[in-house]
Every structure is written in structure tokens, then in C-alpha cells.
Nanobody, 126 residues
């Protein structure tokens, strides 16, 4: 069983930065690709970013390109999401997710991720 725990959310003003962390346990952290998704009230879950097993490949949703950066430290079993120039429309619950063991390719489809964290709230005020 894999456990994913997000942290780093909070309330910030527009233009500020936050860094989210996702710590994994229960299996070899570097065994699969991972990603970040978010969900705002009344909206569908949205792809934010994905990163390959080694960190060599990344992908971003159009709404966050150029502002957010995904990274991972396999030695620390932790994935990060650096969020800069935050906007009120970035307000959502942010979830980290992991693909099944051995699935190393990155994808924006939530159905391709098998493990999910409980989410961390990010609120950006105008």
C-alpha cells in the first residue's frame, strides 16, 4: 500500500508563492511517474503537472505553464510543486498522485494514477 501526504498549502495573496510537498511511503518512491492535480469547488479535477520517474521529463497544464514548477527528490521520497505568481483562480484543493509501480511515463489523465493523497488547500486572495 502506498501512502501520499501533501503539505504546504495555505492562504496567500495574489502574486505570492507557495511550495507544496508530497511525501510518499510504502514502496520505492522512484518506481513510477507522479503528478499534481487540483479541484476547485463545483469544478472537475484539473491536471496541474506531471513528472517522470527520474525527473527528466515534465508536463504542465496550460493554466500553470511558466508559473509552476514540478520536481522530485527520490532520495527524500518527496515531490514538490513550486507555485509562483499565484492568482485567485489557482484556489483549489491540490492533490498529489502516483502511477502504479513500473509505470514511468507521464500523463495528464487522472485515471492513469492509482494512488492519491488527501489533498491540501491553497487559497489565493485578490
Amino acid at each position: 500500500q502506498v501512502q501520499l501526504v501533501e503539505s504546504g498549502g495555505g492562504l496567500v495573496q495574489a502574486g505570492a508563492s507557495l511550495r507544496l510537498s508530497c511525501t510518499a511511503s510504502g514502496r520505492t518512491f522512484s518506481s513510477s511517474a507522479m503528478g499534481w492535480f487540483r479541484q476547485a469547488p463545483g469544478k472537475e479535477r484539473e491536471f496541474v503537472a506531471a513528472i517522470s520517474r527520474t525527473g527528466a521529463s515534465t508536463d504542465y497544464g496550460d493554466s500553470v505553464k511558466g508559473r509552476f514548477t514540478i520536481s522530485r527528490d527520490n532520495a527524500k521520497n518527496t515531490m514538490y510543486l513550486q507555485m509562483n505568481s499565484l492568482k485567485p483562480e489557482d484556489t483549489a484543493v491540490y492533490y498529489c498522485a502516483a502511477r502504479p509501480t513500473g509505470y514511468t511515463g507521464i500523463t495528464s489523465r487522472a485515471t492513469e494514477y492509482h494512488y492519491w493523497g488527501q489533498g491540501t488547500q491553497v487559497t489565493v486572495s485578490s
